[in-house]
């Protein structure tokens, strides 16, 4: 081939039609694409990795917020808060991203607001511009105390002495008053302890003021149960003879030592409603036993009888002196100094009234729910201004306006109930003063006997207290307690409940303990709100 031909080829080659063929061909495109969407992949797993890491350390140093303010804004903490969050975050190495602590404390309540603030470098974002990420952390606690009102119930009924339940009961309960008047908590927080067993006591006082009526004063000998006048509720004229008894200077009398109202004579028209008892007449609730039990004698591990002294007081082994003492008091309302407790925060009086409330007769759960539930009633509020006036002295000056509307957004109010029994029959003796009711059981003497409502009718009136009490217009928060009651008693504790998780079975001390202390826990739950 001549050198012009070869030039003409050449020229042939990359002409127009050479280029348009160059540009038709595809070999080497995918690769270049491949590798495009290769490096599109790499930026955007290197951005996730950043973010995770960003993500990581952002929830490390909220969690240390979180923790800290919890801590510091708990009402019990005796530290300043701001030192409470400066030493968590200084456990946990992030003191230098702690940019600010603002504690706010008042009477019943503490706020800790923290906050934080940290960067974190790019390993991939750089790529793009973007060098470091923000990590902000806030967090706010607040533990306040609102108005609390609680009416605390306990069954202080006969069976209360099997399987050492009482002593068991005592510690538990008072553990839970420490609990809940922990504090600044005492400031706000009034109790009802409502002890009770076939009938509840509301006192002397609440007695006369809700038109209790007592029945006579009659002259009764000290063998056939008569007691010294000088503790009594009634009086003979002192020109009238009295009972004789081991002391000659005593004036022996009919018992009248307790002070329960019946209003199931008024045909249950008080349980209809969440008031105090309002038929303005009732009659006193006799003075008897229905069963026998009130003549066991408390007897230490060996099964002797433990000797009591003139203030109450077990005398040891070997000590001259002192009588045996009867398990439980005779009565199916507790007596006197067995009653209620209005609205107090005094811990050392109710612990007290827990250390020496007396076993009683009988089960009647459903009038104290009824008591405990009319004490949260803001109806009553006139009845607890009474008793604060400092004559009666019968309720804190404090809490003389309690209590507090249902609608009040500052108040909380709750219902402990516990009993260890199904609810019973009502029982009264035919005579209110037969010469036999201070020492002879009804049971032992049937004749005598007369049942006011039936075992289903109380069930009934329970159920209607409770419901009264959940409706949304009262929205009381009620806790139930079943110790060592398995079947009807829990099922009635289960009904009653405001939720399944209000509702405590416990068997044995450490239950018993348990169950109060988580109740009283959540009475003063710590509340985190940011």
């Given at each position: 081939?001549?050198q012009?031909?070869?030039?003409r080829q050449?020229?042939?080659e990359t002409g ?11 070999d080497g495109?995918?690769t ?8 599109m992949?790499l930026m955007?797993?290197g951005i996730?990795v ?8 952002r929830t490390?140093?909220q969690?240390?917020v979180d923790?800290?303010?919890l801590a510091?804004?708990d009402?019990?903490q005796?530290r300043?808060?701001t030192?409470?969050?400066?030493d968590?975050f200084?456990k946990t190495?992030l003191r ?10 008042g009477?019943n309540?503490?706020t800790?607001?923290?906050?934080a603030?940290m960067r974190?470098?790019?390993q991939?974002?750089s790529?793009?511009g ?6 902000p952390a ?7 105390v ?7 119930v306990?069954?202080i009924?006969g069976?209360?002495?099997?399987s050492n ?6 510690p538990a309960?008072k ?9 600044p908590?005492?400031?706000?927080t009034?109790?009802?302890l409502?002890p009770y067993a ?11 003021r809700l038109?209790?009526?007592?029945y006579s004063a009659e ?8 007691r010294?006048e000088?503790?009594?509720n009634?009086?003979l004229?002192?020109?009238?003879d ?5 002391d000659?200077d005593?004036?022996?009398?009919y018992p009248n030592v307790s002070?329960c109202i019946d ?5 249950n028209l ?9 038929q303005?007449?009732?009659e006193?609730t006799a003075?008897f036993?229905?069963w026998r039990?009130?003549?066991e004698?408390?007897r230490d591990?060996d ?9 109450d007081?077990?005398i ?7 009588t045996p003492?009867?398990v439980?008091d005779w009565?199916?309302c507790p007596q006197?100094q067995t009653s209620?407790?209005y609205?107090?925060?005094n811990?050392?009086q109710?612990k007290?009234?827990i250390?020496t409330?007396?076993?009683h007769?009988g089960?009647?759960?459903h ?5 405990a ?5 803001p109806?009553?509020?006139p ?6 006036r400092?004559?009666?002295?019968l309720v804190?000056p404090?809490?003389?306006d309690?209590?507090l509307?249902?609608?009040d957004?500052?108040t909380?109010k ?8 199904q609810?019973t ?6 005579n209110t003063?037969?010469q ?10 049937k ?7 039936s ?6 009136n329970?159920?209607r207290q409770?419901d009264?009490a959940?409706?949304s217009?009262?929205n009381v928060v009620i ?18 409940a405001?939720?399944?998780?209000h509702f405590f079975?416990?068997t044995g ?8 202390a988580?109740?009283?826990r ?9």
């Open positions: 081939m001549t012009m031909s070869q030039e050449d020229n042939h127009p039609e050479g280029l348009s063929e160059f540009a038709r061909n595809e495109v995918m270049i694409f491949s590798i495009f969407i290769m490096l992949m955007v797993a996730g950043d973010l995770m890491q960003n993500e990581m350390r490390a140093l969690n240390t923790r800290a303010v510091a804004a009402l019990d005796t300043p808060p030192a409470v969050v400066e968590y200084d190495g230098e991203f702690l940019t600010d602590v603002d504690p706010q404390a009477l309540y503490r800790v607001t923290a906050e603030f974190t470098n790019t991939f974002m790529l793009l973007v060098d470091t990420l923000p990590v806030f967090s706010q606690a607040v533990e306040d609102p108005n609390v009102e609680i009416s605390l306990l069954d009924s069976s209360m002495r099997f339940r009482m002593q068991n009961l005592r309960a553990e839970f008053i420490d609990i809940v008047l922990l504090g908590a005492a400031n706000t009034s109790i009802n409502i076939g009938q509840t006591n509301p006192g002397p006082f609440m007695f006369d038109g209790g009526i007592r002259a009764l000998d000290e063998d056939e149960g008569g010294n000088l503790f009594n009634t009086r004229p002192a020109d009238e009295a009972g004789e008894g081991s000659p005593v004036r022996y009398v002070s209003f199931d004579l008024y045909n008080d349980f209809l409603h969440d008031e105090l008892p309002s303005s007449n009732y006193q003075h036993m229905n039990i009130a003549s004698i408390i591990a099964g002797d009888p433990i000797l009591f002294d003139e203030n007081e077990p040891e082994e070997g000590q001259p002196g002192g003492r009867k439980m009565g199916w006197d209620i407790i609205a107090s925060n811990a050392t109710l007290q009234r250390d409330m007396r076993m007769d089960t009647g759960t009038y104290a729910m009824k008591w539930l009319a004490l949260l009633n109806d009553s509020q009845d607890f201004a009474e008793m604060a400092p004559a009666n002295n804190p404090q809490f003389a309690r209590p509307p249902y609608n957004t500052e909380v709750y219902i402990v109930l516990m009993t260890d029994g609810i029959e009502q029982v009264r003796p035919k003063m037969h036999e009711n201070p020492t002879v059981e009804l049971n032992d003497r004749s005598d006997r007369k049942q006011i409502t075992q289903s009718t109380n069930v009934t329970f159920k409770c009264l959940k409706s217009d009262r806790y139930t307690i079943a110790f060592e009651a398995p079947g009807t008693p829990e099922d009635q504790m289960r009904y009653c405001s939720s399944p998780g079975p416990a001390k450490a239950e018993i303990a348990a169950a109060f988580t109740i009283a959540q009475i003063n739950e710590l509340r985190l709100t940011q």
